[in-house]
């Protein structure tokens, strides 16, 4: 390959560590490309270049110096603006919080995981206000596109993030999913974006009583997102939600042929009147031929939600939406969704909150034993195709904007109300070169074989050749 952000992350750590590769012009590279291009794809909200020069050169001398290497030495990374790093202007997305830079006390331990790691940060990437919707836009940054179509959009809450590993700003990235925000994006802009199950990745020493959040990778490859994943899913004491550690790393899990599965399949949204695009339903009928022909039993499920399950996410939603501590005279800063959900977070009682989170429970379970019938799960990711910029946003009319964002997701959530680990895989692409995720998901703790299949439907199918369409 002729460029460093050509090779994966990876190939990256291991040319670093080959001497074929110095950490400070890898750095000096990617923060080339974002002074070129990250205007045209909207992937960061802050850039950190001496930071990220200081910790390259200190990259530089961990080279030579005695001991073991951290596994991503001298591998460029940003971090998403909804997790703060200390010193280092945190917006969360909001014109709220436009001047805001983290204390210590802010930092969550993803972020020293990812420091001991190696990594070198590049910046902070683009994500809308507070990550609720479904796209990334909002009133202190360009929207985020992608890269395979600049007038359409990254996708949200991890759009900046998915949009520069897709345009070449960064290898990898570290994204966050409530609700589909690592997946939705890694569907817009065909990469593979990895949703961890509950409690694999700690939430520390913060902490989310609902249980929809968690951090994960986006990525270019299988291998990459496994070995990113490696790094983050160190749990804590205390952490609520506990998943045994693994005795076989994730990046190990990828060199691990799947023995013949059971995969069911369902394509029929739950929300009634949204229907899958063509193109989409083409990608999810040329996916499931492709397990088959890897041997693979695939039978059709019937959709394990509802009329009124997907009730039960709204109010906690909201409460999460209104939990932001925006000072008072702040609050006319904030988008018309966001102050909508905020008050409708307001208005929901201790007790409907409750209520809420319990029938929320009744709802993963029902999807869990969907899932348990089978090995792994098939669905598209999204129903529709990346949208263009601005189609599924209505300041106008919150309801209507947070009604077109279920429409347009509505396979992302439940996995989030189950807690239940799902990939978005690039397996599809359009006539127009427009890429189309497909999500497979599995039962709770299965997330190394989840990543033992994806990793052999990139063998048989690869999508690297696809990627990076901004060159240079």
């Known amino acids: 390959m002729s460029h460093p952000h050509e090779l994966t992350m990876l190939e990256q ?5 080959s001497g074929d590769l110095s950490p400070v012009e ?13 205007a045209q794809v909207g992937a960061y909200l802050t850039v950190t270049a001496d930071r990220a020069l200081d910790e390259a050169r200190r990259a530089e001398r961990l080279l030579t110096g005695p001991g073991a290497l951290p596994p991503l030495l001298g591998v460029p990374l940003p971090v998403k603006d909804l997790t703060p790093v200390a010193g ?7 014109a709220a919080f436009a001047d805001t830079v983290a204390e210590p006390q802010d930092e969550p331990h993803l972020v020293s995981l990812l420091r001991d790691a190696g990594t070198v940060m590049l910046g902070k990437t683009n994500t809308p206000e507070f990550g609720l919707p479904a796209y990334t836009e909002s009133r202190i940054a360009p929207p985020a596109r992608t890269p395979f179509d600049l007038t359409r959009g990254a996708g949200g809450s991890s759009g900046g993030a998915a949009a520069a590993v897709a345009a070449g700003l960064a290898p990898a990235a570290q994204g966050s999913d409530g609700g589909g925000s690592i997946r939705i994006p890694a569907s817009a802009c065909g990469l593979v974006g990895f949703k961890p199950s509950r409690g694999r990745v700690s ?28 790094v983050m899913a160190v749990p804590v004491p205390g952490d609520p939600w506990q998943v045994p550690v693994p005795e076989t790393s994730f990046l190990q899990w990828c060199d691990r042929p799947p023995a ?21 339903l083409a990608a999810y009928e040329e996916t499931s031929a492709l397990l088959a022909a890897l041997g693979h039993e695939v039978v059709d499920v019937p959709q394990p939600l509802r009329p009124g399950d997907r009730d039960a996410f709204m109010p906690v939603w909201a409460v999460l939406a209104g939990s932001a501590p925006v000072p008072p005279e702040k609050e006319d800063d904030l ?19 409750t209520q809420a989170l319990a029938a929320m429970q009744v709802v993963g379970r029902r999807i869990a034993v969907a899932v348990a019938s089978c090995d792994v799960v098939l669905t598209p990711t999204l129903a529709r195709l990346p949208q263009p910029v601005g189609a599924l946003r209505d300041d106008a009319d919150p309801a209507a904007d947070f009604a077109a964002q279920v429409a347009f997701t509505p396979f992302t959530g439940p996995w989030n ?42 063998e048989a199918a690869p999508w690297r050749g696809r990627i990076l369409p901004i060159a240079g």
């Open 417 to 458: 109300m189950a807690g239940l680990p799902a990939v978005s895989l690039p397996l599809g692409w359009t006539g127009g070169g427009l890429p189309v995720g497909m999500m497979l998901g599995a039962s709770h703790g299965a997330d190394g074989p989840l990543l033992a299949l994806a990793a052999q439907l990139e």
């Open 260 to 280: 013949r599965l059971r995969i069911g399949r369902w394509s029929r949204p739950d929300v009634e009147g949204v229907t899958v695009d063509p193109e989409v």
């Open 88 to 94: 280092v202007r945190c917006t969360f997305g909001s």
């Open 203 to 230: 939430p520390a020493p913060h902490g989310d009583v609902s249980g929809l959040v968690t951090a994960g990778p986006l990525t270019r490859t299988v291998r990459d997102a496994a070995a990113l994943l490696d």
């Open 335 to 353: 988008l018309p969704l966001t102050r909508w959900l905020r008050e409708l977070g307001r208005g929901t009682s201790g007790a409907a909150y």
């Open 13 to 17: 750590a291991a040319a670093i560590r």
């Open 26 to 38: 890898l750095a000096e590279h990617y923060l080339r490309r974002i002074e070129t291009y990250d």
